[in-house]
Every structure is written in structure tokens, then in C-alpha cells.
């Protein structure tokens, strides 16, 4: 028996944004990389996202974000996963995110952004970088 | 490495970390899960086991509601498969129970099956000696759903609930010969649909017919399985399927049958350890050796076929163990 480390995803979508197909089809691309991929589902609180990513020992916490508020979001879980300890883990985001903020959330600690119209491929080329 | 003492005071942080360094077949795992089993074993383990789609996840939902109305600290393992063609996998179980997301005293974990076909992991047992150290007093384990042939549950389980729901076919696919046997709680779930009552007659009828003398009889089990009938989505009848866990939980205690129960299942980890252990050994053994290079070089070339080569060099093998076994004895008595 090996050791095998697997790539292990938190996929959510926090707040109010209804529309999950984006965060679903992200997931399977995911998984068919030889990750797994714990879908947590709509509507996440932060405190459920940060609860899920410490009982499931991720390795990234992937969000989807189309509802414009990625900025106050991503500052905010920022600051909790430092709180809780969790520096080992990588916070990445996807979904409508203008441009102009990516830099704005880089500086935040975001690891890394994938804005609409990222390939599969550049996500999990993106995500396994990050273990490299 | 998580700490110890951290794990034992029930940090969710360490616990958690523990459990991936299991699950990833870390060097480390095994000294952390010696340190841990001592202080394992006070949990009471329930399997709920059934095909896909029957409404597991959602029960298991309800289940917790009704655990955490009584303030029992509760942790779930939630089984999903790997694909085998990628190696990765979606594990979407916890989906349906995220509104205990925010509580404390739940603590809900993902395990995708790497590559075992009995419905578990390789490592949820591990799981569960880690997760009864940090001192959850009800651990329940969903297994991954496949249907007929999920029976490692037996082996890791203290009571076993199986979910079928109604109208599947002549009424007693899902709960074949083996799966039957294993069970103590039968659930026909979704039972607002036609045909529960068949369902609950049917399985009640199956189950008059068991063979009694299978898995327990050293337990001279007098507990006559339950068939009940819930509909997940909305809690009814869970409330009755809680008791009825609780009840076979009474029943396990009384004349020292958990106890002898949780013998039973020490020796089946014992024996299932010493599979993965020696096997291993005796792979990295047997591919190092010069018989096992000469005898694929043979293949290639034709002069032996598969089957014989095979033998001759597992044939080979035991001598060679013999052997070592005798130097090693000798040196011993140096």
C-alpha cells in the first residue's frame, strides 16, 4: 500500500447566488483530474464553508461566486480560515469575477481566480500548481 | 503530524487531519492509530446500508436530528465511490445534511472508496477508531450504495439498518441473500408511495425464513429484526427508527453481547490488517526476487505459460519464507 495523496476540493457556493450548474460542471471536471470533490451544495454560510473545509481536510476551498460580492466574501473567509489556523489550505474562486478585482483578491491571499470562461483545463492545471 | 492529546480532547482540526493521513496511506498513520485505538472503542457504530437513490443521506439527516434532540455527540462517515478510471470521485452525502453544518457536536466526514468493493474504504474503520477517540458517542457509517454485495459494513458495524423502498421489482432485490442477513433494522423508506405495505410484508416474510444460525449465533441472538417504514424527507417515522436503534443498543448491552460483539470485530480488523500487511511485504518480496525476473523474462518468450509460472514461483516462495523464518529464529537464539 502506497501513500496517495489525493488532491482533496471543497467546492461551495456561499450567500445567495441560485445557480449551481457552473459549480456542478467544475466539480465532475475535478474529479475526471483524479481529484475528489466534496460538494457541499447552495446557499453556504461562511461558517458551514469553514466547518465542511476543517471536517473534510481539504486541501482547496473552491467558490463560486456570480453574485457580485466576491470581494467583501473572499476578505471576510480570509480572515476566518486565519483565525481557525487553517493556513494549509488553498482559497481559490471562480464564477462572474471582473479583471480588475483579481489582483485586489491575490493581494487578500487568494491563491488563485478562475473568471468565467477559464478551461477545464487551465482550473486543474491551476489547482494542482498550487501543490507543486 | 496532528497531535495526540489534541485529537483526545476532541479537536476537529487534529481529528480531521488524522483521518487524511489514514486515508492517504501515510507513513505516519499507523503510529497515530496505535496511539489512538486505546482510546477508542466506547461508541456505539450504526451501518446504514442500501442501494442508490433509496434515501440514505437524508435519513441519516433526520437520524441526527433526533441524536442531537438528546444531546448525543454524533459523527457520520459518508462512503461515495471512486471512479476507477480517473481515481477521483464527487462525494455528495453531506449535501443533504447541511443544516447540522453550524453544530458542534456533529462532525460529518466524506470518504471516497479508493478502490474497495464492499461498500467501505480501506480506511473507514480507521476512521471511526479516530473519530470514537475524540469521543463521539454515535458513529453512523453510509455506505457507498451499490446494492448487493455491501456486506464490509458487517465487519466495522455494531447494528446494521437496511433501506429499500417500495415498487423495486418483485419487492426483494435490493435486500437479496447476504444483505438480508446482515441486517437488524429494515427501512422502507419513501413509504407514501404505493406498494409499502407489499414491501413491509414482503421483507417481514423474507426475514421469518433467515437462517438464524448465520453471523451471530455465538450470540445466541434472541433480537428479532424490526421492518419499519419512514419517509426521510419530511422525519416521518424517524422518530420510531431512533428509538428502535436505541433499542437494539439496550439489547446489544444486556448480557455482555456488545462486549462479545466488539471481540468479533477486533479479530475480523486484526485479520483484515494482517491481509494488507503481509501482502504487501510479500509483494515487495516476491518482485525483488530473481525467480520472479527469470520467470516474466520466461513469459515473454514463451517458454511457460501464466498459470504454471504463477505457481512456481508462489511454490518458491514459501521455502523462501521457511527459510527466513529459520535464519531469523536463529539469529534470535544468538
Known amino acids: 500500500m502506497e501513500t496517495k495523496h489525493k488532491i482533496r476540493v471543497l467546492i461551495a457556493k456561499p450567500g445567495l447566488d441560485g445557480h449551481d450548474k457552473g459549480a456542478k460542471i467544475v466539480a465532475l471536471a475535478l474529479r475526471d483530474a483524479g481529484m475528489e470533490v466534496i460538494y457541499s451544495g447552495l446557499h453556504q454560510t461562511l461558517d458551514q464553508i469553514i466547518q465542511t473545509a476543517i471536517q473534510e481536510a481539504v486541501d482547496i476551498i473552491g467558490l463560486s461566486i456570480m453574485s457580485g460580492a466576491h470581494l467583501p466574501i473572499c476578505e471576510k473567509l480570509m480572515a476566518m480560515m486565519k483565525e481557525k489556523g487553517l493556513k494549509d489550505i488553498c482559497l481559490t474562486v471562480g464564477g462572474v469575477i471582473p479583471h480588475q478585482d483579481i489582483p485586489k483578491l491575490k493581494q487578500m491571499g487568494v491563491s488563485a481566480v478562475f473568471p468565467g470562461g477559464t478551461s477545464f483545463e487551465s482550473i486543474t492545471l491551476g489547482m494542482n500548481k498550487l501543490f507543486e | 503530524m496532528p497531535d495526540v492529546k489534541e485529537i483526545l480532547q476532541g479537536s476537529q482540526i487534529a481529528g480531521a487531519r488524522a483521518i487524511r493521513l489514514i486515508d492517504d496511506n501515510d507513513p505516519k498513520a499507523f ?130 439498518g437496511i433501506v429499500t423502498i417500495p415498487g423495486t421489482g418483485d419487492g426483494i432485490q435490493a435486500v437479496k441473500a447476504g444483505i438480508l442477513e446482515i441486517g437488524d433494522i429494515f427501512i422502507v423508506n419513501k413509504s407514501d408511495r404505493t406498494d409499502a405495505e407489499a414491501a413491509v410484508h414482503e421483507l417481514k416474510m423474507m426475514l421469518s425464513m433467515r437462517n438464524s444460525k448465520g453471523q451471530e449465533s455465538h450470540l445466541s441472538r434472541p433480537w428479532t429484526a424490526r421492518v ?58 516476491v518482485q525483488e526476487s530473481m525467480a520472479f525476473k527469470e520467470t516474466l523474462d520466461q513469459i515473454e518468450s514463451g517458454t511457460i505459460d501464466p498459470i504454471t509460472a504463477a505457481e512456481n514461483v508462489t511454490n518458491d516462495l514459501k521455502i523462501t519464507c521457511n527459510l527466513k523464518a529459520i535464519r531469523n529464529l536463529k539469529v534470535r537464539d544468538n
Open chain 2, 31 to 160: 503510529s497515530l492509530l496505535k496511539q489512538l485505538y486505546p482510546h477508542s472503542g466506547n461508541a456505539f457504530i450504526i451501518g446504514i446500508t442500501g442501494s442508490p437513490g433509496v434515501g440514505k443521506s437524508t435519513l441519516i439527516d433526520a437520524l441526527i436530528f433526533e441524536f442531537r434532540k438528546r444531546d448525543f455527540k454524533i459523527a457520520v462517515i459518508a462512503v461515495d465511490p471512486t471512479s476507477p478510471f480517473s481515481g477521483g470521485a464527487i462525494l455528495g452525502d453531506r449535501l443533504r445534511m447541511q443544516r447540522h453544518g453550524a453544530d458542534e457536536k456533529v462532525f460529518i466526514r466524506s470518504m471516497a472508496s479508493r478502490g474497495q468493493k464492499g461498500g467501505l474504504s480501506r480506511a473507514t474503520k480507521d476512521a471511526a477508531i479516530v473519530l470514537s477517540a475524540m469521543g463521539y458517542e454515535i458513529i453512523i457509517i453510509e455506505t457507498v450504495g451499490a446494492g448487493q454485495a455491501e456486506f464490509d459494513i458487517a465487519a466495522v458495524a455494531h447494528s446494521i
Open chain 2, 228 to 285: 419499519l417504514k419512514t419517509i426521510a424527507q419530511n422525519g416521518t417515522g424517524v422518530k420510531e427508527l431512533f428509538d428502535t436503534f436505541l433499542a437494539h443498543f439496550d439489547f446489544m448491552k444486556q448480557n455482555g453481547r456488545l462486549e462479545l460483539k466488539k471481540k468479533h470485530l477486533e479479530r475480523l480488523y486484526f485479520k483484515s490488517l494482517l491481509k494488507d500487511l503481509a501482502l504487501e511485504k510479500i509483494e515487495l518480496f
